[in-house]
């Protein structure tokens, strides 16, 4: 029935769009003026690129543009929408973004791809994505793909802030950092893959019922992981399940070796679902949490610790209980702890591993906590633990509180960085956690030492892109046998 439905829609014409409901942000109608205007009037540039035909652009431009919590934020910035595609007639108000034509969206769209974004596969730049500047165009900060109300709302007011630290401007209730936070740049570049319309998704997957072999299947499938849509993800189910992933298995010709390189380009396949992929995507990561394989298993703890979905908790719950190998166990703790933000039961089981005797697990804990500093019981126990635990516990509680952007725990890192009692090390982490906490570093600087201190054999990419552990590999290169 959907693909009648699109198939209606593309044959008439027809956008596949609800317009906005209500007021939405007020959209500068040129890209030159819009800079001019924010050098005048100090003033941050609001720039949400935006495209058709996908789940995430069409909510952010029916609903998101228009929400309680950004209006009033956006009044005191000047805002620029980018879209490459057309709505509405010649001369006429765009209907998805009212307040502009098509020619000025369009216009914008292409000054933003030429001196802002970077160009990921194929040429094409990520969308949505959110990017805050000053008027000369210096990037303060961006956020790429899925995005929420509150999460925007937070980067409204830093943005502010960063470029006027006296700025009024106060921070709405319910605001969040997004964990996809880019600090003084934009995401993008040779790794990234956006969402897919409906009508190329369409195409794709016809494509990838021919292709059984070799690196141009293996490209069909990456095409994918970023298109938060049902038959995308059923599409990387049946490629967990050993269907499909057909790369050739490594240069080996024997049956081993086969199936040596299927493994490895299907663990390869769950991590770059955990840096690039919707939450939505826990489905899929799911079918292979039970694999015999540690390494697979770390692999699916660490994505589902970096996809953060709450309906994926109890799976995860399950799977830590019945981990018997201690390395992937604290990979599934930080799981807990990302998926079980809003269940106490996780927290429960994060405070109960404060009290065991493996450091490692302790220092996974402690880390995983700081996503739950918020609770006041929490910040209690990482509090004590800044001041009594050992050097490595303080230091997973640092990194743990910059994870979560908990700049509520300013004065504790900012405690432990003036404490003489804390040895060089931590109190120089603590002046780089602060750094983030107040968003003057990115969060990526932190990455190898979230692997030192943590014991990492994965890397997470969605958080640290810099980072140096272990583990991942890369779906398309030498796994793909080409």
Not at 171 to 196: C, E, I, N, W
């Amino acid at each position: 029935m959907r693909r009648a439905l699109l198939a209606t829609a593309l044959f008439s014409g027809a956008l596949v769009f609800t317009p906005p409901e209500g007021p939405t942000i007020a959209w500068s109608t040129d890209w030159l003026g819009a800079f001019e205007q924010a050098t005048a009037e100090k003033k941050v540039v609001f720039l949400a690129v935006n495209m058709d035909g996908e789940k995430a652009n069409d909510l952010l431009a029916a609903k998101t543009y228009g929400d309680k919590l950004l209006l009033p934020l956006s009044e005191h910035t000047v805002n620029v929408i980018a879209s490459r595609f057309n709505h509405t007639g010649a001369g006429k108000e765009c209907s998805r973004f009212p307040g502009v034509s098509c020619a000025d969206h369009q216009k914008a769209d292409i000054r933003a791809r030429d001196q802002i974004l970077k160009a990921g596969l194929g040429g094409e730049v990520v969308a949505p994505q959110h990017v805050w500047l000053d008027g000369s165009g210096k990037v303060l900060l961006s956020v790429a793909y899925q995005v929420s109300a509150e999460e925007l709302a937070w980067c409204f007011v830093t943005a502010m802030r960063r470029l006027d630290p006296e700025s009024g401007v106060k921070m709405p209730p319910g605001a969040k950092a997004p964990r996809r936070l880019v600090v003084d740049g934009v995401s993008g570049g040779d790794d990234a893959v956006r969402p897919l319309t409906e009508e190329e998704l369409e195409e794709t997957l016809a494509a990838l019922k021919k292709v059984l072999w070799g690196r141009e299947r293996v490209d069909l499938i990456v095409k994918l992981l970023a298109t938060d849509h049902p038959d995308a993800i059923d599409a990387i189910r049946a490629e967990l399940k050993g269907f499909g992933l057909r790369g050739g298995g490594g240069r080996r010709d024997d049956a081993a070796g086969m199936l040596e390189g299927l493994q490895a380009l299907r663990r390869a396949l769950v991590h770059r679902i955990g840096v690039i992929s919707p939450p939505s995507f826990w489905k899929a990561v799911v079918e292979v949490i039970e694999d015999e394989d540690p390494l697979m298993r770390s692999e699916v703890a660490a994505a589902l610790e970096q996809l953060a979905a709450p309906e994926s908790l109890k799976d995860v719950k399950k799977a830590h209980g019945a981990e018997k190998d201690p390395q992937v166990e604290r990979e599934f703790l930080r799981a807990l702890a990302s998926c079980g933000r809003a269940d106490s039961a996780a927290r429960k089981k994060l405070v109960a591993e404060l009290k065991g005797k493996d450091a490692d697990l302790r220092r996974n804990a402690l880390y995983g906590l700081g996503l739950h500093a918020a609770e006041a019981d929490v910040a209690k126990l990482l509090a004590v633990a800044c001041a009594s635990g050992d050097p490595l516990d303080r230091q997973a509680v640092l990194l743990g509180l910059a994870a979560a952007s908990a700049a509520g725990q300013l004065e504790l890192a900012e405690a432990v960085a003036a404490d003489a009692a804390s040895d060089e090390e931590t109190r120089a982490l603590a002046q780089r956690v602060i750094a983030v906490l107040k968003t003057e570093a990115p969060l990526a600087a932190l990455g190898d030492e979230v692997v030192r201190v943590c014991g990492d054999t994965v890397r997470r990419e969605r958080f640290y892109p810099a980072a140096s552990g272990g583990g991942g590999g890369d779906v398309g290169g030498d796994a793909a046998g080409n």
